[in-house]
């Protein structure tokens, strides 16, 4: 409709194209085939009509119009559209399409590289390693040089003159280097894959985010073995692995003092000191195996441009604090809600409410998260389980997920693995349909864990508070509205209805309070959850 009006209004002369043929093929090439069908029935009717004449974008636009408004009526929305076979599959994989399904705001964009942190450092020993200088450790052809001068002083002394250099290496800020770096990177794993081993092009190629290694193996040997042969693989293309990091002192002493991390070196496993490292943004204490958070909240100005900056500045790919980023993007949306400018003082009522949240950041200091999922290996376990739990208000929805594993004494143990949360719409479903999006948001959730683990599940299971939810995802004769029929045949498109069981909301570790003021977090952070739920599960089905 926009396109027809931007012709309509005549401003943009080249839209006169799409009065032929060659203008509107392409767009009908891309409609369902049975709207393809239905276009050919009506142009050919409409050229017989006409003497010949092709028909116009309008008449096309009015077509499509028709058509949108007739197959979003729910009148018309039959039992058998929302039932249809669906092609076998098992719970654990994924559709052909990402989403093949318009589920519109309730789809999840996750930052791959970052939340991968988790998922591949759930064995007992994990480690950390980096490439020194990548960028440099690749030449610029000779013949490309010349689009990397700059000017400088002559022989680095600043009482010469100033004369014209050419970079023969790739700098860091140039647009094109880190593509460069990380393919010559996976060249060189390549190269060294036949006297190195297989195992060291995988560990390049999966476990490397830039010039930075992460990794976790569940003994000692293997980690050393591993990154011994990784290091003189890359030494062979002239890379050096340096600044090696791990929780265990087993593995820092098969390596030089000069390939430790900095915050290792002199570090004495024993005493008191407590060194953290950054990894891809998170902090690790590695003595303590855990990760935590140092938020430095600063003077900024109470504008939307300060509050933006604030609550940006928490960085949390894993959901370990979704209760205060969530928190915090609702107070974002209520302080902006009528005001555009960057730069203008927010409503003063509001300003205590904001101080307090932005304060309450500095507490996230005493937060310590287990880096292992659980106390046993993953790897030795009977029987596991990825478990994912959904809720919704009318402020926010959400979803958890949590591996739970039962060793062959029958103990079971459960772990975090991420969490998500988003604001719910600003049209303000009904609480059905928003539980039904935060139903959606856990099957895509679990879908990406799935894809990311190498350690894969004996079985997926979803818990819901919302019997509705469950009504839904269960029928096989309800007629459903276009809403609803999307979000369910998304849902069944991935998972199977007895996946689903019923949990009740005093039991569910996820519960998102109206107000936002508070989530049922049990033992102060979702890396702990009660056992007594899981125990009996059965009873809750």
Not at 506 to 512: A, F, G, K, R, S
């Amino acid at each position: 409709m926009e396109i027809q009006s931007a012709k309509e209004d005549g401003y943009l002369t080249g839209l006169a194209y799409l009065d032929t043929a060659r203008g509107i093929n392409p767009i009908v090439e891309r409609l369902p085939h049975a709207l393809q069908e239905k276009w050919i029935s009506c142009g050919s009717k409409f050229k017989a009509e006409s003497n010949g004449q092709f028909p116009p974008f309008s008449f096309f636009a009015a077509f499509i119009s028709h058509e949108a408004r007739t197959r979003n009526d729910p009148s018309f929305a039959f039992a058998s559209n929302s039932n249809a076979p669906l092609k076998e599959k098992t719970y654990y994989q994924r559709s052909s399409s990402k989403y093949p399904i318009s589920v519109h705001k309730t789809d999840i964009y996750t930052e791959d590289d970052f939340t991968r942190v988790r998922y591949l450092w759930a064995l007992m020993v994990a480690f950390t390693a980096d490439i020194k200088e990548m960028f440099h450790c690749f030449l610029v052809r000779e013949d490309h040089r010349n689009f990397l001068r700059f000017l400088w002083f002559r022989d680095n002394d600043l009482t010469k003159d100033i004369i014209e250099y050419r970079m023969k290496v790739h700098v860091f800020g140039n647009r094109p280097s880190p593509a460069i770096a990380i393919y010559r990177l996976r060249r060189a794993a390549e190269a060294g894959e036949g006297e190195y081993g297989t195992d060291t092009r995988k560990f390049i190629q999966r476990h490397f985010y830039g010039d930075d290694a992460l990794m976790s193996l569940t003994s000692d040997e293997e980690a050393i073995d591993l990154l011994k042969r990784t290091k003189a693989s890359l030494a062979e293309s002239n890379l050096h692995l340096h600044k090696i990091a791990s929780n265990s002192q087993v593995v820092m002493e098969a390596f030089p003092p000069e390939d430790h991390a900095k915050v290792i070196k002199d570090l004495d496993f024993t005493g008191d000191t407590e060194p953290t490292q950054r990894s891809l943004g998170l902090r690790w204490e590695i003595q303590a195996d855990t990760f935590t958070f140092r938020v430095t909240v600063g003077d900024k100005p109470y504008t939307r441009r300060g509050v933006l900056s604030t609550v940006n500045s928490l960085f949390d790919p894993l959901g370990f604090v979704a209760p205060v980023t969530i928190r915090g993007r609702a107070l974002l949306r209520e302080l902006t809600s009528h005001t555009s400018e960057w730069d203008k003082p927010l409503p003063e009522e509001k300003r205590q409410e904001w101080e307090t949240w932005r304060d309450s950041l500095k507490e996230l200091k005493h937060l310590h998260i287990p880096r292992k999922y659980t106390a046993s290996s993953l790897s030795q376990a009977a029987h596991t389980e990825l478990c994912v739990f959904s809720d919704a208000s009318t402020k926010a929805i959400g979803a958890v997920a949590y591996i739970r594993s039962i060793g062959e004494d029958g103990k079971s143990d459960v772990g975090f693995v991420f969490w998500k949360a988003q604001l719910a719409p600003q049209s303000e479903p009904t609480i059905p349909r928003l539980e039904l999006c935060a139903a959606v948001m856990a099957v895509e959730i679990a879908e990406f864990i799935l894809s990311e683990m190498d350690l894969q599940p004996n079985a997926v299971k979803f818990y819901s508070d919302s019997k509705v939810v469950l009504g839904y995802i269960h029928s096989q004769t309800k007629r459903f509205y276009v809403y609803v029929h999307n979000r369910v045949q998304r849902i069944r498109q991935s998972t199977k209805p007895e996946q689903w069981l019923y949990v009740p909301s005093e039991q569910n570790p996820l519960t998102v309070h109206p107000d936002l003021s508070k989530y049922h977090i049990l033992q102060t952070h979702p890396g702990s959850v009660d056992q007594p739920f899981f125990t009996n599960a059965k009873e809750a089905k």
